[in-house]
């Protein structure tokens, strides 16, 4: 009913504009209408008409009609009755004080016995284990035999689940479309976080109203329980990756001010270009609501990819990130590329945003997406951030060509921060998403365990077509 009744409020608020506008802009009508001959009573009649038909299409779709019908309905029945406010208040203050502390223990629980079974896990780069693929279980061959990594696996539909087909003793492991579902570091990783199953269970058991309960591994791999089934899209891909949704990001790394700089000399022509802009939308997606960011495009001259942003940083939400990729297909490769004059410009936006204190105000990094550097640029690093070292420093060489890859190591090691070499658009996602360990080192180092609460979240789990989405 409250949603209903914002609609309401819109629509009628709309109109009301509207008609307002109209009678504003009939004063001008009417100077001019006069200078033609258009008698006043006709223009008067116009907008008179023009509001009665805003009036009665407002009435038609917003439903207020009906909604006064409905209260005249229950007027009799209707009594006023004093409640204390204040208590409501507070009881609900307990309440949520008291759901809240549930979920974090439960996390914790969660945490603790990740840790405890990391701890007792021995990589072991020949392991060879069987798991519940999300997408392959209950799967067969052309034979009727259960594929790999598939397995008969007991789904059930749970009305807590919005009548989803969900297995509440075990979780499934979901690997992103463009990684080996048999990789050792996924394999080894799958199999010491089987001790997650029991918490899982446990939690549920001791607070029914959890719904569902995610790892999400650093490695590329997402648990989840209750065990579920995934479905593919038309193309036979699943392009979720835990390690970009909003909950890893926040949890793993500290708010950060970043400058993507981005080289499109003449040498960035073609392939090397896209392989660029692709690397540069996958950085985006790393970034959440508590960042901040800008890019700019470099080669004789600086160019900022949204001019009106010039010299700032902007929050990377929803909208500016979507912003920033339309721009990014409208950059082409010509000229020399003078690094200096860009990374001097990246550091300096970053020290004037961060003493306005509008920014981040903590981490701050610059991403370099460039085929070469012909120097290491010692000079700049030692005016804007040596000793100090507070901006690190992520350099991705596009290409294949190695010839300027020990400047950028030099780089990378230098200011604190990690180097990467991109060589066809299937290598983007995973080198990109490596600048994450680094950036989260600092909490890592400290033993930091803070609880971290993500925006609301709508579980829009489609049971009719049992699917998930996340």
Not at 118 to 134: G, I, K, R, T, V
Request: hydrophobic share 40%.
């Amino acid at each position: 009913m409250l949603w209903n009744c914002s609609i309401l409020v819109s629509r009628v608020g709309c109109a009301s504009f509207l008609i307002f506008w109209i009678t504003v802009g009939t004063s001008v009508l009417d100077v001019n209408a006069s200078q033609q001959g258009i008698p006043l009573s006709v223009v008067k009649l116009w907008a008179s008409a023009f509001g009665g038909e805003m009036k009665s299409i407002s009435a038609k779709y917003s439903g207020s009609q009906l909604l006064q019908k409905k209260y005249k309905e229950f007027e009799k029945s209707v009594r006023v009755e004093e409640i204390d406010g204040m208590k409501v208040v507070k009881n609900l203050s307990k309440k949520m004080e008291e759901m809240f502390r549930m979920k974090a223990e439960a996390m914790r629980r969660l945490v603790e016995a990740a840790e405890e079974a990391h701890l007792q896990h021995e990589e072991n780069p020949e392991l060879q284990y069987e798991y519940f693929n999300a997408v392959l279980i209950n799967e067969v061959d052309e034979e009727g035999n259960s594929v790999e990594l598939g397995g008969e696996f007991l789904l059930e539909p749970n009305d807590h689940f919005n009548n989803l087909s969900v297995n509440l003793s075990l979780s499934v492991v979901q690997v992103p479309t463009n990684m080996y579902n048999k990789d050792p570091a996924i394999v080894n990783g799958v199999y010491w976080s089987e001790a997650l199953n029991k918490v899982f269970v446990d939690n549920f058991e001791k607070d029914p109203s959890l719904i569902w309960q995610y790892f999400g591994s650093a490695k590329g791999f997402f648990r989840q329980y209750p065990g579920v089934k995934w479905h593919p899209d038309e193309h036979g891909v699943i392009a979720f990756d835990c390690r970009n949704r909003k909950w890893y990001i926040q949890a793993a790394t500290s708010p950060k001010d970043v400058v993507i700089l981005v080289d499109v000399s003449g040498s960035m022509k073609g392939l090397r270009l896209t392989i660029a802009r692709q690397t540069v939308s996958s950085i985006l997606d790393t970034l959440g609501d508590d960042d901040f960011v800008n890019i700019i495009a470099y080669n004789q001259e600086i160019h900022y990819v949204e001019p009106c942003l010039n010299g700032t940083l902007v929050r990377a939400d929803k909208n500016n990130k979507a912003h920033f990729r339309e721009h990014l297909d409208k950059l082409f490769a010509k000229g020399i590329g003078l690094l200096g004059d860009a990374l001097t410009e990246a550091f300096n936006i970053l020290n004037e945003f961060n003493q306005t204190g509008h920014g981040s105000v903590c981490s701050q990094a610059i991403m370099l997406v460039t085929d070469g550097a012909t120097q290491m640029y010692d000079d700049v690093f030692a005016k804007f951030n040596w000793p100090d070292r507070k901006v690190r420093i992520f350099p991705y060489l596009i290409g294949r060509e190695s010839a300027f890859a020990d400047n950028m190591k030099w780089m990378a090691c230098a200011n604190k921060g990690y180097f990467s070499q991109i060589s066809t658009l299937a290598d983007v996602q995973e080198n990109v998403m490596r600048y994450l360990h680094v950036m989260s080192r600092p909490k890592v180092i400290d033993h930091e365990h803070d609880t971290v609460w993500t925006e609301a979240y709508v579980d829009n789990t489609l049971f009719e077509a049992h699917k998930v989405k996340l």
